[in-house]
């Protein structure tokens, strides 16, 4: 079983940047495929992007493209979310997911095995 801790929220005015980590620990690193989601007040929890197991795939919804980065460092046990041009509407928790069954779809939270706390993004206009 692993535990997901993760950090690096804030607040940032629009245009900024930000960069999320998820610490994982308890479990085997490389077993896990990793998402992050986000939930803004009063809405469903919604799929950002996730990361492979080895790393050699990503995928990310249409409206963070070109803008988020996910990576991770399999050494450090540690998913990122690199946010860069941020707007007001990416303003929400934001959650780290690992999964362990290996599936081409990535995006539905029902995939999902273990969740963390979450952390607060916030962009101010």
């Known amino acids: 079983q692993v535990q997901l801790v993760e950090s690096g929220g804030g607040l940032v005015q629009a245009g900024g940047s930000l960069r999320l980590s998820c610490a994982a620990s308890g479990g085997t690193f490389r077993s896990y495929d990793f998402g992050w989601f986000r939930q803004a007040p009063g809405k469903e929890r919604e799929f950002v992007a996730a990361i492979s197991r080895i790393g050699d795939n990503t995928y990310y919804v249409t409206s963070v493209k070109d803008r988020f980065t996910i990576s991770r460092d399999n050494a450090k046990n540690t998913i990122y979310l690199q946010m860069n041009s941020l707007k007001p509407e990416d303003t929400a928790v934001y959650f780290c997911?690992?999964?362990?069954?290996?599936?081409?779809?990535?995006?539905?939270?029902?995939?999902?095995?273990?969740w963390g706390q979450g952390t607060q993004v916030t962009v101010s206009s």
């Open positions: 997911a690992a999964k362990t069954r290996l599936t081409a779809l990535y995006s539905s939270r029902s995939l999902y095995d273990y």
